[in-house]
């Protein structure tokens, strides 16, 4: 039950509506507890539990490796962190690609064991029974379409997504399934502006520009945590890579000199 002067959580129509109202919508990755309690704070309006994790956090060169229990394992750390931003989580591969009946049974489990209020998956006109499947057992889903990371190996790696009419046909697809909204992933901004205005749903984009209804990021990326290469698209607010750097070197040296701990930061 509700408790008063709760703050009340985005919901899956109250995102589509943003998009009606005209409002940009923000969302950003976390994988933690402390991470999404500290974007909740800051008002995203949802976080993504993305498959990005195999990469950001587990250190992989793609994002094939990242399990389903792993991802429940950290949806649910990030689901429970979260009051009033709605938290999706993404389906990892291949669990959507063995029939919608298997895909039923394991979003399922994701919206089960991590009380999360949606998934993600990477596909459009091809995944669109599957999408009609899970919105049919009333698993809210969200499409993602341009460069689906999954496809690395079958796209022959990351590169931007071209064919308009796929692209079209992709979102509409994805759409017509069902799905409440659909990242579009590094696409032309011009293919983007299009399918934004032809869809009612909601475009969030990543790379793809400035007139989708709204923007997600990689949190390490936005914060200046990322080891190694940085997409052209991601501008960085911070720079808590040096800031942390910083802390722990100082923290090193004041333990070598004997400083630290000093009197103030021991028990009498
Ligand atoms: O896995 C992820 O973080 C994503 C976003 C980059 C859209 O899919």
């Not at 995102?15 to 008002?43: E, H, M, N, Q, W």
């Not at 029974?129 to 049919?136: D, K, M, N, Q």
């Not at 690395?152 to 990351?158: L, S």
């Not at 923290?251 to 930061?265: I, L, S, T």
Request: include cysteine; aromatic fraction near 6%.
């Amino acid at each position: 039950m509700a408790q008063p002067n709760q703050k009340k959580r985005l919901t899956v129509p109250g995102f589509v509506d943003l998009k009606k109202a005209s409002r940009k919508i923000c969302v950003l990755t976390a994988y933690d507890f402390p991470t999404a309690r500290l974007l909740d704070d800051a008002g995203v309006d949802a976080i993504l539990v993305g498959d990005s994790m195999a990469m950001v956090i587990q250190g992989h060169d793609t994002t094939l490796p990242v399990t389903l229990d792993e991802m429940i394992y950290h949806g649910e750390m990030v689901a429970r962190a979260a009051k009033s931003s709605m938290v999706i989580v993404d389906l990892p591969f291949p669990t959507f690609h063995m029939g919608v009946h298997k895909a039923v049974e394991l979003a399922g489990r994701v919206l089960k064991e991590t009380q999360c209020q949606a998934v993600k998956l990477e596909g459009g006109q091809d995944q669109q029974e599957v999408i009609a499947g899970l919105v049919a057992a009333g698993i809210p889903v969200m499409a993602h379409v341009g460069l689906r990371p999954q496809s690395v190996h079958a796209m022959g790696g990351y590169k931007i997504q071209r064919d308009e009419e796929q692209l079209l046909a992709d979102a509409l697809a994805a759409q017509s399934a069902g799905a409440f909204g659909i990242v579009l992933e590094c696409i032309p901004e011009q293919i983007a502006t299009r399918i934004t205005a032809e869809l009612d749903i909601p475009t969030i984009g990543i790379g793809a520009g400035a007139n989708c209804d709204g923007q997600v990021l990689v949190i390490h990326d936005l914060l200046g945590l990322t080891s190694g290469y940085v997409p052209t698209f991601v501008k960085q607010y911070a720079n808590l890579g040096k800031t942390i750097r910083d802390a722990v070197g100082n923290w090193c040296q004041e333990v070598r000199d004997g400083e630290y701990p000093d009197a103030k930061h021991s028990f009498k």
